[in-house]
């Protein structure tokens, strides 16, 4: 189970960072449209459409990204006196909202590959003048729902105890 969170987070981790130089595109295509519109008067027909899409990419993957990280907002007003308390009511808690979680995840999952699959078969477009294919937009929504359920999972491992935390283990020079 060690190898499995491991790996899980690591590959979070790379994701996640992927997920941030879009953002680091998004702000780059900005500046772009900002000094081309302004400056020169010459707007793109892409930017638009560009920033829309990568961010809602980088949003969509960086959710395993901040789920590894343990930043994804909890409800501490009931969560924070359960897990206070410890033992075993602490991980029924964990267990059910895991349960929930992954309901969430699995919903994400297949609807958003029938979505991808429907775009890549219709080569649908955005209709625009620039008309860029959708499919990547699309195919991030199961992509980002089956790496949140797999660190869920990780998490899950850990808080039950079953896995060491990885965060809390040092490298050893590694």
Same mark, same amino acid.
């Given at each position: 189970?060690?190898?499995?969170?491991?790996f899980v987070?690591?590959?979070?981790?790379?994701?996640?960072?992927? !997920?941030?130089? $879009?953002?680091?595109a998004?702000? &780059?295509?900005?500046? @772009?449209? +900002? =000094?081309?519109?302004? %400056?020169?008067?010459?707007?793109?027909?892409?930017?638009?459409?560009s920033?829309?899409?990568?961010?809602g990419? !980088?949003?969509? $993957?960086?959710?395993?990204?901040? &789920?590894?990280?343990? @930043?994804h +907002? =909890?409800?501490?007003l %009931?969560?924070?006196?359960?897990?206070?308390?410890?033992?075993?009511?602490?991980?029924?808690?964990?267990?059910? !909202?895991?349960? $929930?979680?992954?309901?969430?995840? &699995?919903?994400?999952?297949?609807?958003?590959?029938?979505?991808a699959i429907?775009?890549?078969?219709?080569?649908?477009?955005?209709?625009?003048?620039?008309?860029?294919?959708?499919?990547?937009?699309? $195919?991030?929504i199961?992509?980002?729902?089956?790496?949140?359920l797999?660190?869920?999972?990780?998490?899950?491992?850990?808080?039950?105890?079953?896995?060491?935390?990885?965060?809390?283990?040092?490298?050893?020079?590694?």
């Open positions: 189970m060690n190898h499995y969170v491991r987070g690591h590959v979070n981790e790379w994701v996640g960072r992927i !997920a941030g130089l $879009l953002i680091v998004v702000v &780059l295509i900005i500046l @772009k449209e +900002v =000094i081309g519109r302004g %400056v020169f008067n010459a707007p793109s027909l892409w930017a638009d459409e920033m829309t899409y990568l961010a990419m !980088a949003y969509a $993957l960086g959710g395993g990204f901040t &789920l590894l990280h343990r @930043k +907002v =909890i409800v501490d %009931v969560y924070q006196p359960i897990a206070d308390r410890g033992g075993n009511l602490k991980k029924i808690v964990d267990i059910i !909202a895991f349960c $929930l979680f992954s309901i969430y995840c &699995l919903t994400l999952i297949y609807f958003g590959w029938e979505l429907a775009s890549i078969r219709e080569h649908e477009g955005s209709g625009t003048l620039w008309n860029p294919a959708l499919w990547p937009v699309k $195919l991030a199961p992509v980002a729902g089956a790496l949140l797999l660190q869920g999972l990780a998490n899950l491992l850990v808080d039950l105890g079953l896995a060491p935390n990885p965060a809390a283990e040092t490298d050893h020079g590694r």
